[in-house]
């Protein structure tokens, strides 16, 4: 059975908490289906901007919203043992309730850079461990597990604990091949990194069908979850300024920090290393507003975001459906982003849903 079409929308956590959970009212009155949380690493910080934690900020929002699904993407084992994770789990879980809660499990390169974890590392057997001891965990099963990069031992629920029951849906994040069919292998769901594409969504849709290929599930049941630049306005000039700054941003951080990793995401949009080196040194020596200045409208469109007016984010949300992507994550970013969640929900989520 194919997953319901969702619209929602990927909160960075580096912004004070009182704004984080305005964005959450927001999203929930305006008819959006799903927060993500984004766990912000060292790199923020560099660029005048605090992290915060996502754990923290998801028990919050589940308290304080009663429709809004509340999503981690994602959360890196390497921050948290897979048994903290499941911990931590059981809090937003408790809060928000039956249906209301997605886990997104990804090692995060960023963090492994600042953290100093080296090549000795496995990631993605990091995040395959982790998704199982979570998930056996989350559904009162006993773990005895002995793996390459994590160790658990956890008793099997009792039937009187008073906690709640039923499964948590667990989401991969990937950007990989090997990664990208581990999703189709184990997990309910692919997380896809910011700058996605259509043509990136194609690509990794191939990949996830491959994984569920090899364990016998159906690739269509997996749902893809794609992080979509994003901004709108009225005006298509105003619409596309904010993709147009976190553009700059994320092409930074595939220079500094993803580097290799990022080079299919790369390929696909039709970006080359020539053209977004300048936007990273920019964004090193100036910040983020520097770096939103070299973003000239032949590299923002290549990054495909969902920008501009509504009949714009209209037509570019029903490109990445036909691509195969499920669940839409906005990266919206710019000015009075409350008012882009209402103009979002009262222009364009009718739409994409009829």
Same mark, same amino acid.
């Given at each position: 059975?194919?997953?319901?079409?969702?619209?929602?929308?990927?909160?960075?956590?580096?912004?004070?908490?009182?704004?984080?959970?305005?964005?959450?009212?927001?999203? *929930?009155?305006?008819?959006?289906?799903?927060?993500?949380?984004?766990?912000?690493?060292? /790199? /923020?910080?560099?660029?005048?901007?605090?992290?915060?934690?996502?754990?923290?900020?998801?028990?919050?929002?589940?308290?304080?919203?009663?429709?809004?699904?509340?999503?981690?993407?994602?959360?890196?084992?390497?921050?948290?043992?897979?048994?903290?994770?499941?911990?931590?789990?059981?809090?937003?879980?408790?809060?928000?309730?039956?249906?209301?809660?997605?886990?997104?499990?990804?090692?995060?390169?960023?963090?492994?850079?600042?953290?100093?974890?080296?090549?000795?590392?496995?990631?993605?057997?990091?995040?395959?461990?982790?998704?199982?001891?979570?998930?056996?965990?989350?559904?009162?099963?006993?773990?005895?597990?002995?793996?390459?990069?994590?160790?658990?031992?956890?008793?099997?629920?009792?039937?009187?604990?008073?906690?709640?029951?039923?499964?948590?849906?667990?989401?991969?994040?990937?950007?990989?091949?090997?990664?990208?069919?581990?999703?189709?292998?184990?997990?309910?769901?692919?997380?896809?990194?910011?700058?996605?594409?259509?043509?990136?969504?194609?690509?990794?849709?191939?990949?996830?069908?491959?994984?569920?290929?090899?364990?016998?599930?159906?690739?269509?049941?997996?749902?893809?979850?794609?992080?979509?630049?994003?901004?709108?306005?009225?005006?298509?000039?105003?619409?596309?300024?904010?993709?147009?700054?976190?553009?700059?941003?994320?092409?930074?951080?595939?220079?500094?920090?993803?580097?290799?990793?990022?080079?299919?995401?790369?390929?696909?949009?039709?970006?080359?290393?020539? *053209?977004?080196?300048?936007?990273?040194?920019?964004?090193?020596?100036?910040?983020?507003?520097?770096?939103?200045?070299?973003?000239?409208?032949?590299?923002?469109?290549?990054?495909?975001?969902?920008?501009?007016?509504?009949?714009?984010?209209?037509?570019?949300?029903?490109?990445?459906?036909?691509?195969?992507?499920?669940?839409?994550?906005?990266?919206?970013?710019?000015?009075?982003?409350?008012?882009?969640? *209402?103009?979002?929900?009262?222009?364009?989520?009718?739409?994409?849903?009829?």
């Amino acid at each position: 059975m194919s997953p319901p079409f969702r619209v929602g929308v990927m909160q960075l956590t580096m912004e004070p908490v009182a704004e984080i959970l305005a964005h959450a009212g927001a999203m *929930e009155e305006h008819g959006f289906d799903t927060i993500w949380l984004a766990e912000a690493y060292p /790199w /923020w910080r560099k660029h005048s901007m605090e992290a915060r934690s996502l754990t923290a900020l998801s028990a919050l929002i589940a308290h304080e919203t009663e429709r809004l699904s509340i999503g981690w993407g994602i959360i890196s084992p390497y921050t948290r043992h897979p048994v903290q994770i499941a911990m931590e789990a059981r809090v937003t879980q408790e809060l928000a309730g039956p249906g209301r809660f997605l886990l997104g499990l990804g090692v995060s390169k960023i963090f492994m850079k600042h953290a100093g974890i080296g090549d000795d590392a496995r990631p993605r057997t990091a995040v395959v461990e982790a998704l199982q001891i979570v998930r056996q965990i989350l559904d009162g099963d006993e773990v005895e597990f002995e793996g390459k990069e994590f160790s658990a031992h956890v008793p099997a629920l009792r039937d009187d604990a008073e906690t709640p029951r039923g499964s948590v849906p667990l989401y991969v994040a990937g950007t990989l091949p090997r990664i990208q069919r581990s999703a189709g292998e184990h997990a309910d769901g692919l997380l896809t990194p910011s700058i996605t594409t259509p043509a990136f969504v194609r690509y990794a849709r191939e990949r996830l069908a491959e994984g569920a290929a090899k364990s016998g599930r159906d690739p269509d049941a997996i749902d893809i979850g794609c992080t979509i630049v994003a901004s709108i306005d009225e005006d298509r000039e105003r619409g596309r300024d904010g993709a147009r700054e976190i553009a700059g941003m994320y092409l930074a951080n595939k220079v500094q920090n993803i580097q290799a990793s990022a080079d299919t995401l790369l390929d696909l949009a039709g970006l080359s290393p020539e *053209e977004i080196r300048p936007i990273a040194e920019a964004m090193e020596q100036g910040g983020r507003l520097a770096a939103k200045e070299l973003v000239t409208d032949e590299i923002l469109d290549k990054c495909k975001p969902i920008a501009g007016t509504p009949e714009d984010c209209i037509a570019a949300i029903e490109e990445y459906r036909a691509a195969g992507c499920t669940h839409v994550m906005l990266e919206l970013w710019g000015e009075n982003r409350l008012s882009q969640l *209402e103009l979002f929900g009262r222009k364009v989520l009718g739409h994409v849903r009829s």
